[in-house]
């Protein structure tokens, strides 16, 4: 029965859970300081292609869930069918001085990324275990989103004074990437301390890294060459 119930919240969240490009897009450079999120409601349906299933995070006084899925979105600002890296997390923890103030998310080095929150999806639902998804529980969004300096690494979501208390959960928050591949990533949740816990990031095409390799490959064979020629003069 369990198995069945999760299927179909799955189902309804790969149906409601949607990819608008927004009117105006939170286009995110490296060295961005805090600025508004997108807030962006329902549209069209994404193709989920990776989730990590839900997963549980710190202890019982402070702790809870998160749930993260990667998306092609056939309306993503950077082109058709790139990818959403998409997550909630939940704090159910019983201690309540106990709050979730920033949420990072890694790594994103050489992409471009359009950051906020998506509303009226199933994904919070699905991360307090309530079914169905509709009404959506009730969410908390960030008040601004930032990414480090150069290469651009890290996208944050800045949450307001009280944070992320216990209790509560987190709108379906989201980074688009001009990415079509995707490998392992990190978040990161800080209370002044921070938890490490693992999720999905985009990586290079194939392609573009063997030419990469290839070229590091090609500068070391010059280099021998010279060393060599020097020597024997």
Not at 27 to 43: H, M, Y
Request: contains cysteine; aromatic residues 10%; negative net charge.
């Amino acid at each position: 029965m369990r198995k069945i119930l999760l299927t179909c919240l799955l189902l309804l969240f790969a149906i409601l859970m949607v990819g608008t490009s927004p009117a105006k897009a939170t286009i995110l450079p490296p060295g961005t300081g805090p600025t508004a999120p997108d807030i962006v409601s329902t549209a069209a349906a994404f193709t989920v292609v990776a989730n990590t299933g839900l997963q549980s995070w710190g202890t019982s006084s402070f702790g809870g869930h998160y749930w993260e899925f990667v998306d092609q979105d056939p309306l993503n600002v950077f082109g058709a069918n790139k990818l959403d890296f998409i997550f909630a997390f939940s704090n159910t923890g019983s201690d309540p001085s106990q709050s979730i103030g920033r949420i990072t998310s890694s790594s994103f080095s050489g992409f471009q990324t359009d950051v906020g929150a998506f509303t009226n999806t199933c994904l919070p639902n699905l991360v307090e275990g309530v079914s169905p998804c509709s009404p959506q529980v009730a969410v908390v969004d960030p008040l601004s989103v930032d990414r480090s300096a150069s290469p651009g690494s890290v996208v944050g979501f800045n949450f307001a004074t009280g944070g992320l208390g216990p209790g509560t959960v987190t709108d379906a928050l989201f980074i688009e990437t001009d990415a079509t591949n995707f490998g392992s990533g990190t978040f990161a949740l800080i209370n002044g301390t921070s938890y490490n816990l693992s999720g999905f990031a985009p990586v290079p095409e194939p392609a573009t890294s063997a030419l990469f390799g290839a070229g590091l490959l090609g500068l070391v064979g010059v280099a021998g060459r010279r060393k060599r020629t020097s020597h024997d003069r």
